[in-house]
């Protein structure tokens, strides 16, 4: 004690230094606990340590502060848990080096699994904590189902015997491949008196295949049409043969057991079949086929072709003789000396082949064509001499699957002579059957159709040239229309805001002139949307959208467009249209079905005088629906009538309207009927007579379960969000379960959103091509379409792309939903501000419209123009004459709206998109797209998700207000 009192705590903790031991104690000395716990070494006198447990506490001795220490020696404790540590260390090693996996479960109903090993997700494809505890699935859940019940069975009697069981069956993977598993397991009791059930499973389906390959194997030589013997290599003692050779020569399979290979031949004797099998057992050669006789149990004698090779069975070589009857061959040889007395005297290529192939005769034509000689070609077959780099592989497969089914067939076919030169044949082979019906021979005849064949290909040749030079043309249209729709669109732009006097007052003179500029300009980009849409049609790129349409409901929604001219000019606008025929409902492309009936409409309008009719008549013939417009205007000649419809053609007319015409409308409106499938002609009594337009189109209709499932829809779009395409203040809501979709309409409602919901997929697509909303909340689990593929077919579809989606669900594949173009992930159970948080940043801005807006356009008077028509609505606007400045610009300024040309030279729009996306980081403004160049699907199935609006140039003022106009609905929650 004298000594102890002389020291300091650190004098016995050599672990501890002064710097060290303050820092341990200092939550004792601030008072922000009351007592630590810690394990670290004593030193003895002598010098030993051992480890010890301290429990300390800071008191109060008199007048000063005292710490306590409370101190347990832990060395056997260290010791046992070290122990533990090793023995576990050892058992992990052991199951680790166990071939398969090993487990341990409750014995109880459900199996409860309490341990098994890793390799168990090399067997069954799912990891092991899967199992544990049967957190995820039980065990028995992998077992294949037809054998569950057989394997329960078996395991409930081997415990209950008290047995170990051991077991074959099969299981499902993970990815549905099915595996055959051996399992070995017995029941043990602990210590404690509970009840386990220990075991291995191992992967046996690579040795359950042999087996099945094997007995496969035995039952294929059983089976087989060839005679089969196997007899002893020193004895020549008949160790077994299959059933074609017992059926052959008469005996029973105990019969032959007695016999030796020289009883059913004949012809040899020991000696002469010893020299025949020389070269076998010497290794010289590994196997020899001759011809010779069999003797069938009757004496009588068949000639045969004997395959024969020398083979080890256990510890005694044997002879396998693989044996058939040639009686039909040795026949078929006179056949084809009789075939070939024939085909030498026809000037056709022919060559006789045997029933596997090889050519046994060819005619002096055949080398002729091929350089190849008879000796040359003899024993080969032609696949293997007269094909060559350009013959079609598909065509050499079907060959051979014909010839391999002993079947005849006719193709076109390249081959290559001796020489190399390539040419072209016509060949007809058909097979040569035996009095048996198998297949003896083939005989082909070939005809060299290379002259053919090279006019063929010259032919394509200006084909593919037409096509190239297409493709140039409509490469030239899309460029022009960039090059025509830039100026165009300041044009247009410039002329609206010179109208609107928003800069100040124009005089009488000045507007008249101003409007002269803008109706040019919007008529040239008229020519322009044509002559595209010409191309598109003529490159096969433009498609139908067919959707349900009423005969009576498209028909008076395009009289409307045309109304306000006929009024004007006095024309009369008249519909016939009976009851039941205004009732239709079919089946077509709405919005070029409204251009059709508008080019007709406005041709009419266009050469009628004041004062004249038009009378529109519909009705249904065979299948159809029969549209005519009928007028009284300058009527065709009869010489015209033909031309009218060809591209660039105009009927030539003294009427004094002196129309403006580019001779394309009736061009594009009869490839757009042609699109449809419809018909569409043109009557008039000739000059100053009128003329009557018609045209048909098939009645595409869908049943009648179909038609009220669509009448249901459109029902219930219009009871919730009013008329079609006016749901960009709504949020379409898609989950299945109903309870869900209440919880999320209220949190939308109470954040001031109007809600559309949707129970599965199907409807919530139908929904959103419908309604067009301003945002979808989207679940993953659906009943019927998985929402990952709602979400691409949303993607896909150009009503719908850039409708932002936020995933709503319990799936947490995160990157998945991003990688598919969701704008939001947001895990159920989901909380309710960070959803409208999420929904109104979306398109990120403040106040009732957007505030910092960033122009990025290399045309100075394209930058111009949106700077005018932006700044009447209160925003800064921000200008980039190029890429590289408008990524630097909005790195640094973060503005509210970005307005993105795509093509600029050095850096484009879509080197910009990348560059936001890499270095943005979480701020996603909206991007509308401002471009003069038509976009391909692919270029709009790549802004999917990128941006959210795409307006094209020339459209004028109108159409950049109402896509900036519908993105402030989204971004300010329809305020």
């Given at each position: 004690?004298?000594?102890?009192?002389?020291?300091?705590?650190?004098?016995?903790?050599?672990?501890?230094?002064?710097?060290?031991?303050?820092?341990?104690?200092?939550?004792?000395?601030?008072?922000?606990?009351?007592?630590?716990?810690?394990?670290?070494?004593?030193?003895?006198?002598?010098?030993?340590?051992?480890?010890?447990?301290?429990?300390?506490?800071?008191?109060?001795?008199?007048?000063?502060?005292?710490?306590?220490?409370?101190?347990?020696?832990?060395?056997?404790?260290?010791?046992?848990?070290?122990?533990?540590?090793?023995?576990?260390?050892?058992?992990?090693?052991?199951?680790?080096?166990?071939?398969?996996?090993?487990?341990?479960?409750?014995?109880?109903?459900?199996?409860?699994?309490?341990?098994?090993?890793?390799?168990?997700?090399?067997?069954?494809?799912?990891?092991?904590?899967?199992?544990?505890?049967?957190?995820?699935?039980?065990?028995?859940?992998?077992?294949?189902?037809?054998?569950?019940?057989?394997?329960?069975?078996?395991?409930?009697?081997?415990?209950?015997?008290?047995?170990?069981?051991?077991?074959?069956?099969?299981?499902?993977?993970?990815?549905?491949?099915?595996?055959?598993?051996?399992?070995?397991?017995?029941?043990v009791t602990d210590e404690e008196g509970n009840q386990w059930l220990d075991g291995a499973i191992m992967d046996i389906t690579q040795r359950k295949m042999a087996e099945e390959d094997s007995a496969r194997l035995g039952q294929v030589l059983e089976d087989s049409l060839?005679?089969?013997?196997?007899?002893?290599?020193?004895?020549?003692?008949?160790?077994?043969?299959?059933?074609?050779?017992?059926?052959?020569?008469?005996?029973?399979?105990?019969?032959?057991?007695?016999?030796?290979?020289?009883?059913?031949?004949?012809?040899?004797?020991?000696?002469?079949?010893?020299?025949?099998?020389?070269?076998?057992?010497?290794?010289?050669?590994?196997?020899?086929?001759?011809?010779?006789?069999?003797?069938?149990?009757?004496?009588?004698?068949?000639?045969?072709?004997?395959?024969?090779?020398?083979?080890?069975?256990?510890?005694?070589?044997?002879?396998?003789?693989?044996?058939?009857?040639?009686?039909?061959?040795?026949?078929?040889?006179?056949?084809?000396?009789?075939?070939?007395?024939?085909?030498?005297?026809?000037?056709?290529?022919?060559?006789?082949?045997?029933?596997?192939?090889?050519?046994?005769?060819?005619?002096?034509?055949?080398?002729?064509?091929?350089?190849?000689?008879?000796?040359?070609?003899?024993?080969?077959?032609?696949?293997?001499?007269?094909?060559g780099p350009d013959t079609d592989p598909a065509t050499v497969e079907y060959m051979r699957q014909r010839l391999v089914e002993g079947e005849g067939f006719n193709v076109e076919v390249v081959n290559y002579g001796k020489s190399g030169r390539k040419y072209w044949l016509?060949?007809?082979?058909?097979?040569?059957?035996?009095?048996?019906?198998?297949?003896?021979?083939?005989?082909?005849?070939?005809?060299?159709?290379?002259?053919?064949?090279?006019?063929?290909?010259?032919?394509?040749?200006?084909?593919?040239?037409?096509?190239?030079?297409?493709?140039?043309?409509?490469?030239?249209?899309?460029?022009?229309?960039?090059?025509?729709?830039?100026?165009?669109?300041?044009?247009?732009?410039?002329?609206?805001?010179?109208?609107?006097?928003?800069?100040?007052?124009?005089?009488?003179?000045?507007?008249?002139?101003?409007?002269?500029?803008?109706?040019?300009?919007?008529?040239?980009?008229?020519?322009?949307?044509?002559?595209?849409?010409?191309?598109?049609?003529?490159?096969?790129?433009?498609?139908?959208?067919?959707?349900?349409?009423?005969?009576?409901?498209?028909?008076?929604?395009?009289?409307?467009?045309?109304?306000?001219?006929?009024?004007?000019?006095?024309?009369?606008?008249?519909?016939?249209?009976?009851?039941?025929?205004?009732?239709?409902?079919?089946?077509?492309?709405?919005?070029?079905?409204?251009?059709?009936?508008?080019?007709?409409?406005?041709?009419?309008?266009?050469?009628?005088?004041?004062?004249?009719?038009?009378?529109?008549?519909?009705?249904?013939?065979d299948g159809k629906v029969k549209v005519s417009v009928s007028d009284t205007g300058v009527g065709i000649a009869e010489k015209d009538k033909k031309r009218i419809f060809d591209e660039f053609e105009q009927v030539d007319s003294t009427y004094s309207r002196n129309q403006?015409?580019?001779?394309?409308?009736?061009?594009?409106?009869?490839?757009?009927?042609?699109?449809?499938?419809?018909?569409?002609?043109?009557?008039?009594?000739?000059?100053?007579?009128?003329?009557?337009?018609?045209?048909?189109?098939?009645?595409?209709?869908?049943?009648?379960?179909?038609?009220?499932?669509?009448?249901?829809?459109?029902?219930?779009?219009?009871?919730?969000?009013?008329?079609?395409?006016?749901?960009?203040?709504?949020?379409?809501?898609?989950?299945?379960?109903?309870?869900?979709?209440?919880?999320?309409?209220?949190?939308?409602?109470?954040?001031?959103?109007?809600?559309?919901?949707?129970?599965?997929?199907?409807?919530?697509?139908?929904?959103?091509?419908?309604?067009?909303?301003?945002?979808?909340?989207?679940?993953?689990?659906?009943?019927?379409?998985?929402?990952?593929?709602?979400?691409?077919?949303?993607?896909?579809?150009?009503?719908?792309?850039?409708?932002?989606?936020?995933?709503?669900?319990?799936?947490?594949?995160?990157?998945?939903?991003?990688?598919?173009?969701?704008?939001?992930?947001?895990?159920?159970?989901?909380?309710?501000?960070?959803?409208?948080?999420?929904?109104?940043?979306?398109?990120?801005?403040?106040?009732?419209?957007?505030?910092?807006?960033?122009?990025?356009?290399?045309?100075?008077?394209?930058?111009?123009?949106?700077?005018?028509?932006?700044?009447?609505?209160?925003?800064?606007?921000?200008?980039?004459?190029?890429?590289?400045?408008?990524?630097?610009?909005?790195?640094?300024?973060?503005?509210?709206?970005?307005?993105?040309?795509?093509?600029?030279?050095?850096?484009?729009?879509?080197?910009?998109?990348?560059?936001?996306?890499?270095?943005?980081?979480?701020?996603?403004?909206?991007?509308?797209?401002?471009?003069?160049?038509?976009?391909?699907?692919?270029?709009?199935?790549?802004?999917?998700?990128?941006?959210?609006?795409?307006?094209?140039?020339?459209?004028?003022?109108?159409?950049?207000?109402?896509?900036?106009?519908?993105?402030?609905?989204?971004?300010?929650?329809?305020?």
């Open positions: 004690m004298d000594e102890l009192s002389q020291m300091t705590p650190l004098d016995i903790k050599p672990e501890f230094t002064a710097e060290k031991f303050e820092k341990l104690i200092e939550p004792l000395v601030s008072g922000s606990q009351k007592r630590i716990q810690f394990n670290t070494v004593h030193q003895r006198k002598d010098g030993t340590t051992y480890p010890v447990e301290i429990n300390l506490q800071l008191s109060s001795q008199q007048i000063n502060q005292v710490f306590v220490a409370i101190i347990q020696d832990i060395t056997e404790k260290t010791k046992a848990e070290a122990a533990i540590k090793e023995r576990e260390r050892r058992f992990r090693t052991l199951v680790r080096n166990v071939p398969g996996a090993v487990y341990r479960c409750e014995n109880d109903e459900h199996w409860t699994m309490r341990f098994i090993s890793e390799p168990i997700e090399a067997i069954s494809g799912y990891p092991a904590e899967d199992f544990i505890d049967n957190k995820r699935r039980a065990y028995a859940e992998v077992i294949h189902p037809d054998d569950r019940e057989r394997v329960s069975a078996a395991v409930v009697e081997s415990l209950n015997e008290g047995q170990t069981f051991e077991l074959d069956y099969r299981i499902t993977r993970q990815d549905g491949e099915v595996r055959w598993i051996y399992e070995k397991g017995a029941a060839n005679e089969i013997l196997i007899f002893d290599a020193n004895t020549l003692k008949i160790l077994q043969v299959n059933r074609g050779a017992r059926q052959e020569m008469g005996y029973t399979m105990e019969e032959m057991n007695q016999m030796t290979a020289l009883d059913v031949k004949p012809e040899f004797t020991r000696e002469s079949f010893e020299e025949l099998v020389k070269p076998l057992r010497d290794g010289t050669e590994e196997r020899i086929v001759f011809t010779t006789l069999h003797r069938r149990k009757d004496g009588t004698t068949y000639p045969v072709e004997s395959n024969l090779q020398l083979s080890s069975r256990q510890l005694n070589q044997v002879f396998v003789a693989i044996v058939q009857d040639i009686s039909e061959k040795l026949k078929d040889r006179a056949e084809i000396e009789r075939l070939s007395l024939v085909a030498q005297r026809t000037d056709n290529a022919v060559m006789i082949t045997d029933g596997e192939g090889r050519i046994q005769w060819v005619n002096d034509a055949f080398t002729r064509i091929s350089d190849f000689t008879m000796e040359e070609a003899l024993g080969r077959k032609p696949g293997d001499m007269l094909h016509s060949l007809d082979v058909q097979p040569v059957r035996s009095e048996k019906g198998g297949v003896s021979n083939f005989v082909a005849v070939e005809s060299d159709i290379t002259e053919r064949k090279e006019a063929e290909e010259a032919v394509r040749g200006a084909k593919e040239a037409a096509e190239e030079a297409n493709r140039i043309k409509s490469e030239f249209l899309a460029n022009m229309s960039h090059e025509l729709r830039t100026p165009l669109n300041a044009i247009i732009g410039f002329s609206e805001i010179l109208l609107d006097q928003t800069f100040g007052e124009l005089n009488q003179k000045q507007s008249r002139q101003t409007k002269h500029i803008l109706d040019s300009g919007r008529h040239l980009l008229s020519l322009i949307n044509d002559i595209l849409d010409l191309s598109k049609v003529e490159s096969g790129k433009m498609e139908l959208e067919l959707s349900p349409i009423n005969l009576n409901e498209w028909l008076d929604s395009t009289m409307v467009l045309i109304k306000e001219k006929t009024t004007k000019h006095g024309i009369s606008l008249k519909l016939d249209c009976p009851q039941e025929v205004g009732e239709l409902n079919f089946h077509a492309d709405e919005r070029k079905l409204k251009q059709i009936m508008f080019n007709l409409l406005s041709n009419a309008a266009k050469f009628t005088p004041d004062g004249g009719s038009i009378t529109i008549e519909a009705a249904q013939e403006q015409g580019t001779g394309l409308g009736l061009a594009l409106t009869r490839k757009l009927v042609d699109l449809h499938g419809g018909d569409i002609w043109v009557e008039s009594a000739g000059e100053g007579q009128g003329s009557t337009f018609g045209f048909t189109i098939p009645l595409r209709t869908s049943d009648s379960a179909q038609d009220e499932a669509a009448s249901a829809a459109a029902e219930e779009v219009r009871g919730a969000v009013g008329q079609e395409g006016e749901g960009g203040e709504h949020v379409l809501v898609i989950d299945d379960d109903p309870m869900a979709r209440e919880l999320l309409e209220g949190y939308l409602k109470e954040g001031g959103f109007q809600v559309v919901s949707a129970a599965n997929g199907a409807k919530g697509l139908e929904l959103a091509r419908k309604i067009r909303p301003a945002a979808i909340t989207l679940d993953i689990m659906l009943p019927d379409i998985n929402g990952f593929e709602v979400l691409r077919q949303l993607r896909e579809d150009q009503k719908t792309s850039t409708i932002p989606v936020i995933i709503v669900s319990i799936s947490d594949d995160h990157e998945k939903g991003v990688r598919l173009g969701a704008a939001e992930f947001l895990q159920k159970p989901v909380d309710k501000s960070r959803l409208l948080n999420s929904l109104m940043g979306i398109t990120p801005c403040s106040g009732d419209g957007f505030g910092k807006v960033l122009v990025v356009d290399d045309d100075p008077a394209d930058v111009e123009l949106v700077t005018d028509i932006l700044s009447g609505l209160g925003c800064q606007i921000i200008p980039a004459p190029g890429g590289a400045e408008g990524i630097e610009i909005a790195l640094r300024e973060k503005p509210d709206l970005i307005v993105l040309d795509l093509h600029m030279p050095e850096v484009s729009g879509w080197d910009v998109l990348e560059a936001l996306r890499d270095q943005g980081g979480d701020w996603h403004p909206p991007i509308m797209i401002f471009t003069g160049v038509s976009l391909s699907p692919e270029e709009r199935q790549s802004l999917a998700g990128r941006v959210q609006a795409v307006v094209l140039k020339g459209g004028g003022k109108a159409e950049l207000l109402k896509e900036i106009g519908r993105l402030t609905k989204m971004a300010f929650n329809g305020s």
